[in-house]
């Protein structure tokens, strides 16, 4: 079955550093979507990207989706200590089922 | 417009005991899921339904049983509860259009089994 994977597992960075999580799946996607879950929280959606190598941004946070349409990126540019949560992505490939990836848990140290 | 109602929020079992956990949204959203959540494992996909009376197993059904009577209902039945089963639920909806299909998640149901 479809597998996404998502790296890294954790990442600690100084409030102000840039952040970068990694989603790579095992079959080519129709579209990619990301998440973002507070400590306590629920998911709650991101951003949606669905053609080949586009590229979209949220104020410090820039998503792109790779050319092949089987890779994802999310940075968020000078960290603050609200980005604080888990990040998923996940990848949907034809049918009404999302596969998540298993997170990226990001820490800002103030 | 409450979105996704998840019931209980927190609850604690018994080995071998039974339980529903209600779901129901009010945005007529076709496609409907629950999902659970461990640490380290990201969400797994318990079961989903494209529609009233359609209903379908994801990667982790084992344990569980759904149904889908109406588009805005879709409880979640464990059968006969197991330690394993000791999770964070979620239950998500979203339309399947063209454009935008995100799912929108319930607050989450945490599962003790004793």
């Known amino acids: 079955g479809q597998q996404v994977m998502q790296i890294p597992q954790y990442q600690h960075v100084q409030e102000g550093e840039d952040f970068t999580t990694y989603c790579n799946s095992s079959t080519t996607l129709s579209n990619i979507q990301w998440y973002k879950q507070r400590p306590g929280g629920h998911p709650v959606f991101l951003i949606q990207l669905v053609k080949s190598g586009e590229v979209k941004k949220q104020k410090r946070l820039t998503f792109q989706f790779g050319e092949a349409k089987k890779n994802s990126s999310l940075h968020i540019t000078a960290t603050q200590t609200t980005d604080v949560g888990t990040y998923f992505c996940a990848g949907r490939a034809g049918s009404y089922q999302l596969t998540f990836g298993k997170g990226t848990k990001l820490s800002v140290i103030p | 417009n409450a979105g996704v109602t998840q019931t209980p929020k927190f609850q604690v079992l018994k080995t071998g005991q039974s339980m529903t956990l209600q779901c129901a949204q009010d945005?007529?959203?076709?496609?409907m899921s629950w999902y659970r959540q461990d640490p380290g494992m990201g969400l797994r996909l318990i079961h989903y339904s494209v529609g009233a009376g359609i209903t379908d197993q994801g990667e982790v059904p084992n344990g569980y049983n759904v149904s889908r009577s109406t588009t805005e209902d879709f409880p979640l039945r464990l059968l006969s509860a197991a330690p394993s089963q000791t999770s964070v639920y979620f239950c998500a909806s979203s339309r399947y259009l063209q454009g935008t299909t995100e799912a929108f998640f319930g607050q989450g149901t945490r599962l003790t089994v004793v």
């Open positions: 945005m007529n959203h076709e496609y």
